[in-house]
């Protein structure tokens, strides 16, 4: 991937990073037009090359957390639900269009280190899993809930910015 476009996707991150922390409608209003000019100046081939190193990513990771079984964060499967029998296992209700989402992706990511080897963090789709947002009522992404190895919710919450933060909610 080129320099130029690292630097432009960082940019946008950091921008809507500032508006999701900030937390004001006015200021992710702002980001959401200054992300908006950052994407229209990159070129169409630039924007292929970033999705096909995005979608190579993806799987890479996928193919990284098959053999993981604890201390992780990876996509959801029904039967990675069996680790909560020896552990806990914390359901991400995330949306590749929620800001807030992709803030808490983000630091998740960067922190994988500091998962205890206990926890196990399941990225569920919010737009694609209707049945398991009706199973825990889950009305709005970045939901995260907690369940036992039967499936069976113990906490629920939404919000919380920081791997840290989701971490001190696990009962």
Known sequence: MNKKLV?????IL???AIAVFAGGEKNMDTAM??????????SEKDMDTMMDDKDMENKMDDSMTKDMMVGSYESYAPEK?????????VLFFHASWCPSCRGL???IKKNMSEIPENVSILQVDYD?????KKKYGVTTQ???VQVDAQ???ITKWSGGGSLENLLSKIQ
């Open 7 to 11: 630097i432009g996707v960082v940019i």
């Open 14 to 16: 950091v921008i809507i």
């Open 33 to 42: 037009k200054d992300m908006s000019s950052e994407e229209s100046m990159m």
């Open 81 to 89: 639900l069996a680790r909560a029998e020896s552990g806990d296992v």
């Open 105 to 107: 992706d983000a630091d």
């Open 128 to 132: 694609a899993e209707t049945e398991l």
């Open 142 to 144: 970045h939901t995260l």
């Open 151 to 153: 499936g069976n919710m």
